[in-house]
């Protein structure tokens, strides 16, 4: 205790010896500073920009923030001029997946530097490929200490799909390994999730997962999951079904994909906004039991407008400049009509469209309630067309489109993960631009809080301290030959 009382006011003293003696100082610290000078600066505390801002950076951390003519950058400090510039927290991914071939021959350039070069600092994995999931680990723990290029990771262990045998093995080994949640699946059974449930509380774990389809909306509340992977989770709450049904695996997902189009066929003749009134009050009624829940909810709204695009305009969507970064075996399994959704579509495309329109009421009525959401694509599988990195920007697009101003977009993938984070892991440094967290931080060229689509206008990203101006975030993305994966 008296140690710690003593370090603290060293390192107080360090501090204000710091910032009353700009440049004097150097033997407190070993890390190198950066100062933005100059810069428009949106904090994402709240709707707020403020001019001519001065933010120091040691290290990893934000150490200083204040107008610029009263905090001068110490000497040795590299300064970042920001002058007409913008500087805002970088953004989270809170919904993705790992696989094991990121950094391999599969992506024409690595995912976690298309993430970097898309102001995206932080991403979670919501179940990574393979059988333990380890390299994770291993790849988080290289970037945090600057081996490997890339956003700050979070990550749950290989997913509890259902069936599982022994979810309480299973919850404890995963907590041991170091993984930071447990992702529950839309196949396990009532006695597999509530068995998972009781042991992740027990051990202090956060849960977020699918809704299963024995348990539905009402169980996971009534069990406290910490929080839902999609809106479109929200959907299967329309389609009415036997919840006890003996079915195991994937063979649920035929059972009320079949349940759903059976139900919502003759829907599909109403027109769009018939339909929209028709489902109102129970997409209604289904958002408002998340009401003062605490149960935040990712976003993924861009992959259904993906779906439709690969349904209906597959050659539109093979042209979009982002899409350039798709692995190669994807475009060949789309070109063939192989492809997931196409095959899950295949014979009901015409649903497509209806089930966007539904995610979408889903969206404004979780809004409507303060459900807590958080921007997420889904991304990184390789295997559903979504480009990691660029298909955060058309999410926050499609939020705009959908009611939501820019800076309650961009809330969700900035201030609203802190809490989130805070939970799962303890850190409370994420999220926005305060003294103390962790230097996330993106330079737009002009005001973000205009237009979400200014964050697409990169003069640089800063990860962890660490700064890529425009230049190396461009090389980071080329797809020259020279541009070799992930070194
Ligand atoms: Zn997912």
């Given at each position: 205790m008296r140690e710690g009382k003593i370090l603290f006011f060293v390192q107080l003293m360090a501090l204000i010896a710091l910032f009353l003696q700009p440049g004097a100082v150097g033997w407190a610290r070993a890390e190198p500073l950066t100062a933005f000078v100059h810069v428009n600066l949106v904090p994402m505390t709240k709707e707020v920009v403020l001019q001519n801002q001065t933010v120091l950076i040691q290290g990893e951390r934000i150490v200083a923030i204040g107008p610029s003519d009263r905090i001068a950058a110490p000497a040795d400090a590299r300064i970042i001029e920001g002058t007409d510039a913008f500087l805002m927290p970088g953004l989270a991914d809170m919904h993705m997946h790992i696989r094991a071939?990121?950094?391999?021959?599969?992506?024409?350039?690595s995912p976690f530097r298309l993430y970097l070069a898309n102001g995206v600092t932080t991403i979670r994995c919501f179940g990574p490929s393979g059988k333990t999931g380890k390299y994770v680990l291993k790849w988080r723990d290289e970037i945090q200490s600057g081996k490997r290029i890339g956003p700050q990771i979070y990550t749950c262990g290989p997913i509890l799909r259902g069936p599982v045998r022994h979810p309480e093995r299973v919850v404890i080994k995963q907590k041991y390994q170091g993984f930071d949640f447990i992702k529950l699946y839309s196949y396990l059974s009532p006695g597999e999730y509530h068995e998972a449930m009781n042991t992740a509380r027990k051990l202090k774990r956060y849960t977020a997962g699918h809704i299963p389809f024995q348990v539905g909306l009402d169980g996971v509340i009534t069990a406290g999951m910490d929080e839902i992977a999609h809106v479109e989770e929200l959907f299967w709450e329309l389609v009415d079904f036997d919840r006890h049904k003996n079915l195991t695996g994937a063979a649920w997902l035929t059972y009320v994909i079949e349940k759903s189009s059976e139900q919502f066929r003759p829907l599909i003749e109403l027109d769009m906004a018939e339909l929209e009134s028709r489902l109102r009050p129970s997409v209604e009624s289904t958002a408002a039991k998340l009401k003062d829940r605490q149960i935040p909810v990712c976003t993924t709204l861009f992959l259904d407008e993906v779906i439709i695009q690969k349904l209906f305009h597959l050659q539109a969507f093979l042209k979009k400049p982002q899409n350039r970064y798709l692995p190669q075996w994807y475009i060949e399994r789309l070109r063939q009509g192989k492809e997931k959704h196409q095959q899950q579509f295949a014979g009901g495309e015409e649903f497509a469209p209806y089930k966007y329109l539904i995610d979408k009421g889903f969206l404004k009525e979780l809004k409507k309630n303060h459900v807590v959401l958080l921007l997420a694509t889904d991304?990184?599988?390789?295997?559903?067309g979504l480009v990691p990195g660029f298909s955060i920007h058309d999410e926050l697009r499609i939020l705009v489109e959908n009611g939501f101003t820019p800076y309650e977009a961009i809330a969700t993938g900035t201030k609203n993960i802190a809490p989130v984070i805070q939970k799962m892991?303890?850190?409370?440094?994420?999220?926005t631009i305060e003294v103390g967290h962790r230097a996330d931080l993106l330079l737009v060229e002009r005001n973000p809080l205009e237009?979400?689509?200014?964050?697409?206008?990169?003069?640089g990203v800063m990860a962890a301290g660490r700064w890529y101006d425009k230049q190396s975030l461009q090389q980071m993305t080329a797809l020259d030959s020279s541009a070799a994966p992930d070194r």
């Open positions: 071939d990121w950094p391999g021959s599969s992506w024409p350039v991304a990184g599988t390789g295997a559903m892991t303890g850190q409370a440094t994420l999220g237009d979400v689509a200014h964050i697409r206008k990169l003069r």
